[in-house]
């Protein structure tokens, strides 16, 4: 029977152990070696020689002297990451927008930008677009292709994460496309290939409110004058969990329109309300117009969420009974509306699950919300770059 274990030659031990410091390093910011050694059971002199070891890889740097312990003795060295000796790239497609960042290896973004173009569902289009935003990062940040770790592209669609291959996607008409091997041909660095909601979920884990939480799911939402839907990250244990063909939180929930629900508030946009000017022109409120008016306590905005929140929980309510998450993330251009988006889900959930899965589960919103999958897609790169390498021995 296949067992998991991290012996082995004396090479791997030492990336497996590498790995682990490195990660504990990233973890605690700031930490030295003798707190390592404790943590790890390793001996000081294992943790001087991998210390040593990173640092001449520049992985790691010496930061000073920290506080000597209550026993007294010498002050020990303390470590952290080089957050600037390699950057990650993410990018976000959607119909018309492409979304990316520039991160550090500490998943501080650097860069940011958003590029908007013409509708068209062509191949040549969708990488030419990708391609466009990709060198505005590069070049206005003045990073070298050589520091670039990796870039994540992130689309809404079933995607075989492991080939960087797209199954389907709204984005092209075309099937199982391998836009990961016409990128590879374009820059020197890998690209790994994810679901939105999916990377979204391993960006929660990195920079967001799911840091240190193993179990948790992210709901993406994306909501328009004539479209609206939601998609699903799932993490077990600290890992995306995919389904047996990609599939996975891929729930086919259609979210009321923006003008589907205005439509019946429209006797609301009186004179003096933030909407009063789009009365007799529903179809022209966009997104932004509303998290920016519920943001002011708009009656009509505020009203809009809590509607919305109302189907958004009835949605999730099952698949949250199912997998009995520590915390629900939104995130999408949506985060940041606040209690009246996530009262009305916590409200509809609370009515068709347990009450002791309701008193464990927390509601929470992507700080960085418009950005959320762009700096998910460039954590999937982190994620994999900071594992722990695991061996397989019969």
């Keep these: 029977m296949n067992h998991l274990h991290q012996t082995g030659s004396y090479k791997l031990v030492r990336s497996i152990n590498g790995h682990l410091v490195l990660n504990l390093i990233r973890e605690h910011q700031k930490i030295s070696g003798s707190e390592l050694s404790k943590m790890t059971g390793m001996r000081p002199s294992t943790i001087s020689s991998l210390l040593k070891e990173l640092e001449g890889k520049n992985l790691i740097v010496n930061i000073g002297k920290g506080e000597s312990t209550s026993r007294g003795g010498k002050r020990p060295f303390l470590w952290r990451?080089?957050?600037?000796?390699?950057?990650?790239?993410?990018?976000?497609?959607?119909?018309?927008?492409?979304?990316?960042?520039?991160?550090?290896?500490?998943?501080?973004?650097?860069?940011?930008?958003?590029?908007?173009?013409?509708?068209?569902?062509?191949?040549?289009?969708?990488?030419?677009?990708?391609?466009?935003?990709?060198?505005?990062?590069?070049?206005?940040?003045?990073?070298?292709?050589e520091k670039i770790l990796g870039m994540g592209i992130a689309v809404a669609g079933i995607v075989d994460y492991q080939t960087g291959v797209i199954k389907i996607t709204d984005l092209l008409p075309k099937i199982d496309f391998d836009i990961s091997s016409i990128f590879k041909e374009k820059y020197s660095f890998p690209t790994f290939v994810e679901n939105n909601a999916n990377a979204a979920s391993i960006g929660a884990k990195w920079v967001g409110p799911a840091i240190g939480v193993n179990n948790f799911m992210t709901v993406l939402i994306e909501v328009g004058a004539e479209v609206g839907g939601l998609g699903l990250g799932i993490i077990i244990n600290g890992k995306i969990y995919h389904g047996f063909?990609?599939?996975?939180?891929?729930?086919?929930?259609?979210?009321?329109?923006?003008?589907?629900?205005?439509?019946?508030?429209?006797?609301?946009?009186?004179?003096?309300t933030y909407f009063h000017k789009f009365q007799n022109q529903v179809r022209k409120i966009?997104?932004?117009?509303?998290?920016?008016?519920?943001?002011?306590?708009?009656?009509?905005?505020?009203?809009?969420?809590?509607?919305?929140?109302?189907?958004?929980?009835?949605?999730?309510?099952?698949?949250?009974?199912?997998?009995?998450?520590?915390?629900?993330?939104?995130?999408?251009?949506?985060?940041?509306?606040?209690?009246?988006?996530?009262?009305?889900?916590?409200?509809?959930?609370?009515?068709?699950?347990?009450?002791?899965?309701?008193?464990?589960v927390r509601f929470g919103e992507h700080p960085y919300g418009s950005f959320s999958v762009s700096i998910g897609a460039a954590s999937l790169i982190l994620d994999d770059f900071f594992k722990v390498p695991i061996v397989q021995q019969e």
Excluded: W
């Excluded at 000796?85 to 650097?110: C, F, N, P, Q, R």
């Excluded at 966009?286 to 189907?311: C, M, P, R, S, W």
């Design 286 to 360: 966009t997104l932004h117009h509303l998290v920016n008016a519920a943001k002011l306590e708009d009656v009509v905005a505020i009203q809009y969420f809590q509607k919305l929140g109302h189907v958004i929980g009835k949605a999730i309510a099952s698949p949250i009974a199912l997998l009995n998450p520590e915390l629900v993330v939104i995130t999408g251009k949506i985060a940041g509306v606040g209690a009246p988006l996530l009262q009305s889900i916590r409200r509809e959930v609370q009515l068709h699950t347990l009450d002791i899965t309701n008193q464990a």
């Design 245 to 272: 063909s990609f599939c996975s939180g891929e729930l086919d929930v259609q979210l009321p329109t923006i003008t589907g629900i205005l439509g019946h508030l429209r006797h609301k946009m009186v004179k003096g």
């Design 81 to 145: 990451i080089n957050n600037t000796v390699a950057y990650v790239i993410g990018v976000d497609v959607e119909i018309g927008e492409v979304t990316s960042v520039l991160m550090d290896l500490d998943g501080k973004i650097v860069y940011k930008a958003v590029n908007t173009f013409k509708p068209k569902r062509t191949i040549n289009d969708l990488i030419s677009n990708i391609e466009v935003s990709v060198n505005e990062v590069l070049y206005k940040s003045c990073i070298s292709t």
